[in-house]
């Protein structure tokens, strides 16, 4: 099973929205409604911010908003605030009780 | 306070044998699927693989690439899980993970929602 295809990196200013991209196949991303993402500062345990492509945990901000387009799920983040500079992974289950994650995307805040 | 914390990392030479543990605290353990979760440096994270709760008869599940070398297994009572690691090898160098499946009332999700800060796990002659 190959990782997921994330950019690298990503940067926004304060207030504006910044898009996180996650490409798969059809056997993973493509064929299942279950991708989740999550936030990670340095040193810290990796967060839950979005499950089933794009809802949300209790807690975390409406600025975060996941979608699902083919084998490309994506991670915008509006109102971009200086807390959500870390790495964003995202994972998709791949059947057979097998999950992918991606390969992570740093965002920055300018 | 939902909790988890990793323990029995170490250095450990190729072909050798570890067993990791999480200790969970502040949850219903007993009910909760649990993963384990590793990095290596410089990568992404990457999928160990998951042990199912007693009423789902302890199933476990793992990555394929692990080819049958790592085993999951957990003890209620303790509320702890385990990640037996044998055979290892350079690339199973990593930052090792437990994590927790998402529940939300009586419902499980494909997704992990708590994380421990890992246990460093280096494989080298």
């Known amino acids: 099973q190959s990782a997921l295809t994330q950019p690298p990196s990503a940067s926004g200013s304060p207030g504006q929205s910044v898009t996180i991209s996650c490409t798969g196949t059809s056997s993973d991303v493509g064929g299942y409604n279950y991708v989740s993402w999550y936030q990670r500062h340095p040193g810290k345990a990796p967060k839950l911010m979005i499950y089933?492509?794009?809802k949300r945990p209790s807690g975390v901000p409406d600025r975060f908003f996941g979608s699902k387009s083919g084998n490309t799920a994506s991670l915008t983040v509006s109102g971009l605030q200086a807390e959500d500079e870390a790495d964003y992974y995202c994972?998709?289950?791949?059947?057979?009780?097998?999950?992918?994650f991606g390969t992570g995307t740093k965002v920055t805040v300018l | 306070e939902v909790q988890l914390v990793e323990s029995g990392g170490g250095l450990v030479q190729p072909g050798g044998s570890l067993k990791l543990s999480c200790a969970a605290s502040?949850?219903?353990?007993?009910?909760?699927?649990m993963h384990w979760v590793r990095q290596a440096s410089g990568k992404g994270l990457e999928w160990v693989g998951r042990?199912?709760?007693?009423?789902?008869?302890?199933?476990?599940v793992y990555a394929a690439s692990l080819k049958g070398r790592f085993t999951i297994s957990r003890d209620d009572s303790k509320n702890t899980a385990y990640l037996q690691m044998n055979s290892l090898k350079i690339e199973d160098t990593a930052m090792y993970y437990c994590?927790?499946?998402?529940?939300?009332?009586?419902?499980?999700?494909?997704?992990?929602?708590?994380w421990g800060l890992g246990t460093l796990v280096t494989v080298s002659s």
């Open positions: 994590t927790r499946a998402y529940c939300s009332g009586t419902s499980c999700y494909l997704a992990f929602d708590h």
């Open positions: 994972c998709s289950y791949a059947g057979s009780n097998n999950y992918v």
């Open positions: 089933e492509v794009s």
């Open positions: 502040g949850f219903s353990f007993s009910d909760s699927p």
């Open positions: 042990i199912r709760s007693r009423s789902n008869f302890y199933a476990t």
